[in-house]
């Protein structure tokens, strides 16, 4: 794994240009020709979504008299959103970048993804949903976090050709490094074929893995921001399932590295004196407690001055401090394995991954739960879609046996639940929730398109639902939800006679629901907005999720509001629902890596008028009963998993609280934050 120092993004440039004179005197200065001067070159990367082919990128790199030209075009279909990606990069023979442009392109508008121009003095640099930026002229490379595959082959040539051990500087911000990991042999068309595997870091959170030729040239990647991403070179595509395992090899060793840095020996006894209680049960927080764990578990609960502390226990003083339940994410997609040490920084230790690449999925599960690594408790869902273009990933039910033999493939490796996606019929909705019924997992998922309303899905056998818009057609039984249209919730009057009749429904199915509140807060803010305007710490993330997480392109100020106000109105409606004692879980669907969480809690206390318990029950005691495991955690008892979060304040008195997670445990482990947090290149809570 590469040693990376995320507190010094840039590197001191007078140490740079002495590496590079070094360089150049080691080398000789040699003054031949360059083999960029007659550069002509083409060429074509598949570009998959969760394995599935969703498009492709072509690139050209040609040479002009004293410059290099280096052009790509993607376009892709993803679930149906056709969209196309056009870049431009000039280079001098040096391979130093002068200009760069990126534009995004869809049938209605072309959006610059990033613009940098170099001149004699500074740096331009133009980037989505910011400003304008100036530097002063320096070594750089342009880079985002998606970067054209064409594109980011030049960086590597550029970190080559500049001795291959330096970090890169790069705009907007950050570096980028690269560490040689091994010497892979791949079999095109039954010809061994040599390739050099790297992990990169710097251009998205965490690493990303890449496979060079002999010339040096990228052949794949494999890269996961919030999904998971392959771009393989045209020709090397037979040798797809060899790169989704070296990533997922790569991946595993990074949470060894995590593990080993911050796990350290641990107490088999361990007793946590002198803190507030919050049990997760009553409202009421006990004070001045002392809790024992003993092999994982909560042995002893009483007041401090009652409880007798186990010889060769590790005691801990945590007075001041408040405990509570360790929290759940009921909607995660925990791509990469950077998510392990997040999580557990914010008091996570429990999530249920809502759809992934199986090969990654349970070998992280697995990791955790067989093999002590450092992460939450992973439960796990497996996402199947229809057939067509729309279609999400690769596992798809389009027949009877096709649904069958999904049932199978997910029972086979452990996984609680199906996922069903939007596109699967209304005939195969039933049989995937026969067959996973059969076996003893339940049915999650969107609402499918074919069926259109969340009457018909659970009607279907659908034991819980996902996103407040589809979840909601359960007011409207005889409309599908394309026929509501947007904002269906604010736009109609709705009566308190459908609320009741509609809470008496999902009662009597037992439906559980996750309505990922959070994304229709972020989605609704305005145009220019950043994530810390709703979610007030969430600046502290990993740089790499700048461009996705905290930029946010927003809607018009009108339209924001309207939107705005459908969300409010329909959090007042789900918050009835809660409070009749329909089961409503906390999820995030990665709005923004563990403070969305926090989000979609406060959003229920503030508009669905919840109590701090019940808010945070949401995200504790009731996704644990959902999942079947409430006899083993989800509140702070005796018996119990010591799944814990340790507080600087009481959320009861303030679930804004909800933040102050200062330490955690899981699994008997005790881990403090602030490392947590550095570990997964977040800033510290107290970093300017």
């Not at 040693?3 to 070094?22: G, R």
């Not at 791949?186 to 002999?214: A, H, M, Q, S």
């Not at 009457?455 to 409309?479: C, E, N, Q, Y």
């Not at 999720?545 to 007042?572: H, Q, T, V, W």
């Amino acid at each position: 794994m590469i040693v990376n120092n995320k507190s010094k993004l840039m590197m001191n440039k007078a140490s740079y240009m002495l590496q590079i004179v070094v360089l150049l005197l080691v080398t000789g200065c040699s003054t031949g020709p360059s083999k960029w001067q007659n550069i002509n070159e083409e060429g074509t990367f598949l570009v998959y979504r969760r394995q599935s082919l969703i498009g492709e990128e072509t690139y050209s790199i040609k040479a002009t008299k004293d410059s290099i030209l280096v052009t790509s075009l993607q376009g892709e279909n993803e679930r149906g959103r056709i969209t196309g990606v056009a870049a431009e990069l000039h280079l001098d023979m040096n391979l130093e970048p002068s200009y760069y442009l990126n534009r995004r392109i869809t049938s209605k508008d072309t959006i610059v993804n990033l613009e940098v121009r170099r001149t004699k003095d500074s740096v331009s640099v133009w980037e989505k949903n910011r400003n304008f930026v100036q530097f002063k002229n320096t070594e750089f490379f342009p880079v985002h976090s998606n970067i054209p595959a064409g594109i980011e082959m030049m960086l590597y040539h550029y970190y080559f050709k500049n001795g291959g051990e330096i970090g890169i500087p790069t705009l907007p911000r950050g570096e980028v490094t690269m560490n040689f990991i091994q010497k892979d042999t791949v079999v095109i068309k039954e010809k061994k074929v040599p390739l050099d595997r790297y992990v990169v870091e710097g251009i998205n959170w965490g690493g990303r893995t890449i496979w060079v030729d002999e010339s040096q040239n990228l052949i794949a990647l494999v890269k996961a921001n919030t999904q998971i991403r392959e771009y393989i070179r045209k020709g090397y595509e037979e040798a797809k399932p060899f790169f989704v395992k070296g990533n997922v090899e790569q991946q595993m060793a990074a949470l060894n590295k995590y593990t080993n840095d911050l796990k350290g020996a641990q107490a088999g006894i361990k007793a946590l004196v002198g803190a507030d209680l919050v049990d997760g049960v009553s409202d009421t927080t006990q004070e001045d407690m002392t809790l024992i764990i003993e092999n994982g578990r909560i042995k002893t609960i009483g007041k401090r001055t009652e409880v007798s502390i186990p010889e060769g226990a590790k005691v801990i003083n945590l007075k001041g401090k408040t405990l509570m339940p360790g929290m759940w994410d009921m909607h995660a997609h925990s791509n990469q394995v950077q998510w392990a040490p997040a999580y557990l920084a914010g008091g996570v230790t429990t999530i249920r991954d809502n759809g992934n690449e199986l090969e990654f999925a349970t070998s992280f599960r697995d990791a955790i739960a067989k093999k002590g690594a450092l992460g939450p408790d992973i439960l796990l869902a497996g996402m199947t879609d229809g057939a067509g273009i729309q279609g999400n990933g690769v596992v798809r039910a389009r027949t009877v046996q096709e649904a069958q033999e999904v049932a199978d493939l997910y029972f086979s490796n452990g996984y609680k639940q199906i996922k069903i996606y939007s596109s699967v019929n209304a005939e195969l909705t039933k049989v995937l929730a026969e067959e996973g019924h059969k076996r003893g997992m339940s049915i999650t998922g969107h609402v499918p398109n074919a069926i259109g309303n969340a009457r018909g899905a659970i009607d279907a056998g659908m034991d819980m639902l996902s996103h407040r818009s589809r979840i909601l057609t359960v007011l409207f039984p005889d409309k599908k939800v394309k026929e509501l249209g947007s904002y269906y919730i604010e736009g109609n009057d709705i009566s308190q006679e459908q609320i009741d009749e509609s809470i008496a429904y999902l009662l009597e199915h037992k439906t559980v629901l996750d309505p990922t509140i959070a994304l229709d807060v972020v989605r609704a803010m305005p145009r220019g907005s950043v994530i810390e305007a709703v979610e007030p710490f969430a600046d502290r993330i990993a740089y790499e999720l700048f461009e996705g997480k905290r930029f946010r392109s927003g809607l018009p100020l009108e339209r924001s509001e309207k939107a705005k106000a459908d969300y409010i109105k329909a959090m007042g409606i789900l918050g009835q629902f809660y409070k009749a004692g329909v089961p409503i879980v906390a999820g995030t669907d990665n709005i923004v890596p563990v403070f969305g969480l926090y989000l979609e809690i406060e959003t229920y206390q503030k508009y669905g008028e919840l109590t701090p318990l019940q808010a945070i029950q949401s995200a504790t005691s009731v996704p644990a009963k959902a999942m079947g495991l409430y006899a083993e955690t989800g509140s702070l008892e005796v018996g119990k998993e010591a799944d814990i979060a340790i507080l600087e304040e009481n959320p009861l008195k303030d679930i804004k609280n909800i933040r102050t997670v200062e330490a955690v445990i899981t699994n008997g482990n005790y881990y403090e934050s602030e490392p947590l947090w550095h570990a997964a290149d977040f800033k510290a809570k107290n970093d300017n």
